[in-house]
């Protein structure tokens, strides 16, 4: 079965330190992997996603995330944290024999301290 | 180009009403989801729909029942309205099974 684990359901850094958020998963076959953003009392948003096209990939605000198949990892990083950072960030992933369902991680809530 | 709409974005139902979800989307996207959102539970998917006149059940479908009779609409339908259903009520949509998927606002339902 496909599942998503996130280490650390509360996450805190102060402006302009390195964010990494971290995303392992596991699944049998070749994975989609995606993160979203949510703000307070909004819906998801997509940052970024993986479909096996680069192992590096760059998503919307300065974030990108590296998939490394060896470790079924796929960390959220950003080199400058900024104020409008702070939210809520889920991981999700796929893959053919998800049976078209997106599997969620439980969340991490970066914090981001002045 | 409003994306994916959900209404109503409150509610506050009593034990044993029933409401109707309403969600709607104008990208003509195949798929389409209902998922609930619980403090530290992450997203659990309650139904989906890969097409219009297939729906099929996700994680925890009880309580809830969906119909997609237009590629449009995918409305969510709670019959006796338990406490255990309040919780945050998202919609999405997506191209494909494994593309991004587009998220509504959200309908934050308590029952008392």
């Known amino acids: 079965a496909q599942s998503v684990t996130q280490l650390g359901s509360h996450v805190s850094v102060s402006e302009g330190a390195l964010v990494l958020l971290r995303c392992n998963y596991s699944?049998?076959?070749?994975?989609?992997l995606f993160w979203y953003v949510q703000y307070p009392n909004q819906g998801l948003q997509l940052l970024l996603k993986?479909?096996?096209?680069?192992?590096l990939v760059k998503g919307i605000n300065g974030f990108e995330a590296e998939f490394k198949k060896s470790e079924t990892s796929f960390h959220l990083t950003k080199p400058s944290a900024h104020m409008s950072d702070a939210a809520e960030y889920f991981c999700?992933?796929?893959?053919?024999?998800?049976?078209?369902?997106?599997?969620f991680g439980t969340g991490t809530s970066l914090t981001v301290i002045p | 180009n409003a994306g994916v709409t959900q209404t109503p974005k409150f509610r506050i139902l009593k034990i044993g009403q029933s409401m109707t979800l309403q969600c709607t989307q104008d990208?003509?996207?195949?798929?389409m989801y209902w998922y609930r959102q619980d403090p530290g539970m992450g997203l659990k998917l309650i139904y989906y729909?890969?097409?219009?006149?297939?729906?099929d059940k996700g994680e925890v479908p009880n309580g809830y029942n969906v119909s997609r009779s237009t590629t449009e609409d995918f409305p969510l339908r709670l019959e006796l309205a338990a406490p255990s259903q309040t919780s945050v009520y998202f919609c999405?949509?997506?191209?494909?099974?494994?593309?991004?998927?587009?998220f509504g606002q959200g309908t934050r339902l308590t029952v008392v």
């Open positions: 999405a949509s997506s191209y494909h099974s494994t593309g991004s998927a587009f």
């Open positions: 699944s049998s076959v070749p994975p989609y």
């Open positions: 993986y479909t096996s096209a680069a192992t």
């Open positions: 999700a992933v796929s893959d053919q024999n998800t049976g078209n369902q997106f599997y």
């Open positions: 990208m003509n996207h195949n798929y």
């Open positions: 729909s890969v097409g219009a006149g297939i729906t």
